[in-house]
């Protein structure tokens, strides 16, 4: 990739791996000349119409509507935000360990968050709103025609080349985050990689 080069990042905030890959490729961005376009995208929206799905998995797809809706308002309206939004209520969510089920159960994290970025407490009310549906949908479509479906949260684009993952289940920091960075962009930029993956083993951890 060259200096300056923009990675786009979408993410839906209640995932624990696309919590931990989006400390990874922050803590990218202090050691190698890239900048990162965070981009909302929906779990929920993914889920939609698998009645096969565990109902606790269910319950929690119902509240993750809230702050992806919120996510994709402020995108449109405030995308200088995206950013501390997410490290803000990402902190709550995984480090407080506020993880929500059913609709509106993220509620209090979405006001608290908008509050302490500065954002207008307004955006709270589009958690439980259609309102801004069309344009999650339309910022989801965008990670799925990036990297095609049968995927989840995170995408990543290197290049041009967009991948799920990586999976991680701890947090690279410094020169080894960079390291880890310019792996995964030679293999981006091999016309003929689609896939490397194994059984997850571990638990993410956020420290």
């Known amino acids: 990739m060259k200096v300056e080069d923009t990675v786009q990042f979408w993410f839906d905030v209640s995932c624990p791996f696309c919590w931990i890959t989006s400390r990874w490729i922050k803590e990218v961005q202090d050691v ?7 981009i909302p995208m929906s779990l ?17 797809m119902k509240a993750n509507w809230g702050p992806a809706r919120v996510f994709a308002a402020v995108k449109t309206n405030y995308p200088e935000k995206i950013d ?26 979405i006001k608290e968050s908008l509050e302490e970025v500065g954002l207008p407490a307004s955006l709270a009310e ?48 410094k020169e080894e985050a960079g390291e880890l960075f310019d792996a995964a962009v030679r293999l ?18 956020f420290d």
Do not use: W
Not at 32 to 38: A, H, Q, T
Not at 91 to 99: A, D, L, P, S
Not at 145 to 160: E, H, Q, R, Y
């Open 84 to 109: 501390q939004l997410y490290t803000t209520m990402g902190n709550k969510v995984h480090i407080g360990q506020r993880v929500a089920s059913g609709y509106g159960g993220y509620d209090a994290v």
């Open 32 to 38: 190698r000349n890239i900048k990162v376009d965070f």
């Open 188 to 205: 981006a930029q091999y016309p003929h990689f689609f896939e490397l993956k194994r059984s997850r083993t571990e638990k993410p951890e």
């Open 44 to 60: 929920s929206v993914l889920n939609e119409g698998r009645d096969e799905l565990p109902e606790d998995y269910k319950e929690k």
């Open 126 to 173: 589009v958690a439980n709103t259609e309102e801004y549906d069309y344009k999650l949908r339309k910022y989801h479509r965008g990670a799925m025609k990036a990297v095609g479906n049968d995927v989840g949260t995170p995408v990543i684009s290197l290049g041009k080349t967009a991948f799920f993952g990586p999976v991680l289940t701890r947090i690279p920091t």
